[in-house]
């Protein structure tokens, strides 16, 4: 069965850092695209973060040159890097399969970030 | 960037209900649209993609249909389950940009 399973989160204070994991399983995870999409409790959707089976990166306006996507194809997981938090920024983060470009098929449960003091 | 706009916001209906959900893009996404599911405490759950192509395991009262800048989900016959809030999102896989719509909860009437 096809699981993507988040962890990492917590609280933290803003300007300070938080790095999100993602371990898939039941699916050659090396060869899709992936994804990290947030929600604000209550609120919409918003996507974060794409990297390409190839490692190419793509990120949301809202947090390019803060976060980093990567990917480590060998452990079968995906990471978020988390630099400059802002409370904007708390959320719940879900990690997210690529089919191909089409939509995005498989979600995680969601793992909370909250940055406040 | 391309903006998505989903309409209504709140919709209220019964079971059996044949209910439409509307998404409108500010610029052309060809069939480049997603409809998702959301169940309070849960994660999305992908309903349809390319516009028009069902899910595999999703019931066959979903539909969607649309092209360019206006989209519409359709449930045919609104079972208890179906009660919930629906995204749409563009997806635009050469410049990498995804837009969600801002959802539209269904409510039991």
């Known amino acids: 069965e096809v699981h993507l399973v988040e962890s990492g989160g917590g609280l933290v204070q803003p300007g300070g850092s938080l790095r999100l994991s993602c371990a898939a399983s039941?699916?050659?995870?090396?060869?899709?695209?992936m994804h990290w999409v947030r929600q604000v409790p209550g609120e919409g959707l918003e996507w974060v973060s794409f990297?390409?089976?190839?490692?190419?990166?793509h990120y949301s306006g809202s947090v390019k040159g803060r976060f980093i996507i990567s990917r480590e194809n060998a452990k079968k997981s995906l990471y978020l890097q988390m630099n400059s938090l802002r409370a904007g920024d708390t959320a719940v983060y879900y990690c997210?399969?690529?089919?191909?470009?089409?939509?995005?098929?498989?979600w995680g449960q969601g793992t909370t970030v909250t940055v406040s003091s | 960037d391309i903006q998505m706009t989903q309409s209504p916001s709140t919709l209220s209906a019964s079971v059996g209900d044949r209910v439409t959900i509307t998404c409108r893009a500010s610029q052309s996404i060809s069939r480049y649209l997603a409809w998702y599911q959301q169940k309070p405490g849960k994660a999305p759950n992908l309903l349809i993609y390319k516009a028009s192509s069902l899910e595999s395991g999703v019931p066959s009262r979903f539909s969607g249909s649309g092209s360019g800048t206006e989209f519409t989900l359709t449930i045919s016959s609104l079972q208890p389950d179906d009660f919930a809030t629906y995204y749409c999102?563009?997806?635009?896989?050469?410049?990498?940009?995804?837009?969600f719509g801002q959802g539209t909860k269904l409510e039991i009437k």
């Open positions: 039941g699916f050659s995870f090396s060869i899709y695209g």
């Open positions: 997210v399969r690529d089919i191909n470009g089409d939509a995005m098929d498989v």
């Open positions: 990297i390409g089976p190839a490692g190419d990166t």
């Open positions: 999102q563009q997806y635009n896989t050469y410049s990498r940009e995804y837009t």
